[in-house]
């Protein structure tokens, strides 16, 4: 009985990520559709700091670009460049983004036209994105799998 809860634990888990993960998705495409203007890039550089865990130190690297954009006359300010931001222990990609986006540089900014202070340079879903939809996928099927395999033995 016991492992019965857990695997139906697993599956209540699963679903749960897989709703989440759907949200994230679709919100990423929805981003696609978002109205376009001019901004300027401000600020471009790679950011780093140490992060500490289980007692070892590991280099995090960010890219930290900040950009400026008028909508129906109010000056905003972001530094979203895509919704798969993150830091990663790599500088190589974030070194990328500070390439793609040099300080002085004009970029097209998308933004919620809901609310214009949310924006970002590179709509549509990142890889990233796909991650918890996937876990909940993976959680469904093996607790599915391991609960008709336990009702065999």
Known sequence: MRKI???????VLGVGF???????????????????????VVHAKVASYDSRSDGKT????????????????T???SGRVSLGDSSTNSSSGKEEIVRRYP?????????????????LLEPGAAFITHIPFAFGLLCVFAGLI??????KS
Do not use: C
Not at 5 to 11: K, M, P, Q, S
Not at 21 to 34: E, F, K, M
Not at 103 to 119: K, L, T
């Open 58 to 73: 590991t280099r995090m690297y960010s890219a930290d670009v900040r950009y400026t954009y008028t909508v129906n006359g």
């Open 75 to 77: 000056q905003y300010s």
């Open 103 to 119: 300080m002085g540089s004009q970029v097209i900014v998308y933004y919620d036209p809901s609310r214009p202070e949310d924006a």
């Open 146 to 151: 391991a609960f008709f395999r336990k009702g």
């Open 18 to 40: 897989s709703v989440w993960g759907w949200r994230l998705i679709a919100d990423a495409y929805l981003t696609l559709s978002w109205p376009k203007v001019a901004g300027t």
């Open 5 to 11: 809860i857990t695997f139906v634990a697993v599956i």
